[in-house]
């Protein structure tokens, strides 16, 4: 089974589109990130969310807007697609106690707006 | 949270050992110091994770010296599928501690 996995792999759309992608962990993990890697390989978070709840909001434009209906799940809908919004986005978890943080990322989902 | 500074891209050759070194002078004390590895379409993967001296598992081995102000990840006879981005990161355990991973060192493992 994925530990991490997120839906669609690729999202092709036209500008202005409304689209979504999906993220589930089967970790049992309380914290759930979207992280953008653009062109040049830089990995930066978005969002974070802890038990539901949302704990870190970087700043990213108001079209993008995560849902978390349980802690298994971090879905991310972006309204009126531009297009830098085109990379990959990730989908990570990570269960927070001792030691440093652990990040476990989903394979990606590469969006392409044109 | 510490910045951290590894080279940009480095080369090997099949069964050598490599090691990737990376500055974070500012490290809290709080902080512990990640590895990640990256293939292409794919997501980072953990590969280790020390706060002093030196760690070891199936993988790699992690060396911190006492001041803590670097780290070496050392991967033991690389593979052609060694080659890949290698992220260092630093932080603590609170939630999106780890914002930003940055360009990363991309090794390259030839024949």
């Known amino acids: 089974d994925t530990a991490v996995s997120q839906t669609p792999k690729y999202l092709v759309t036209q500008m202005g589109n409304d689209k979504s992608i999906k993220c589930e962990q089967n970790l049992g993990h309380d914290t759930m990130y979207w992280y953008k890697q653009d062109s040049k390989k830089f990995l930066k978070i978005m969002f974070s969310y802890n038990n539901k709840e949302l704990i870190i909001n970087e700043t990213v434009p108001n079209r993008f807007s995560p849902k978390s209906p349980d802690k298994a799940h971090l879905n991310l809908h972006i309204n009126s697609l531009e297009l830098g919004d085109s990379a990959v986005y990730f989908c990570?978890?990570?269960?927070?106690?001792?030691?440093?943080?652990?990040?476990?990322f989903g394979s990606g989902t590469q969006l392409s707006v044109l | 949270l510490a910045k951290t500074t590894q080279p940009i891209s480095m080369d090997s050759y099949e069964g050598q050992e490599v090691n990737i070194t990376c500055s974070h002078n500012n490290i809290a004390t709080n902080d512990y110091i990640t590895w990640y590895q990256q293939f292409p379409s794919q997501g980072p993967r953990f590969i280790i994770q020390g706060y002093k001296t030196k760690v070891t598992n199936e993988v790699a081995s992690l060396f911190i010296p006492a001041d803590r102000k670097s780290s070496t990840l050392s991967l033991p006879r690389v593979s052609l599928s060694d080659t890949a981005v290698y992220y260092c990161?630093?932080?603590?355990?609170?939630?999106?501690?780890?914002?930003?991973f940055g360009g990363g060192t991309r090794l390259m493992v030839k024949p």
């Open positions: 990570a978890s990570s269960q927070l106690g001792q030691g440093g943080e652990k990040l476990f």
């Open positions: 990161l630093v932080g603590d355990s609170n939630a999106g501690n780890m914002l930003t």
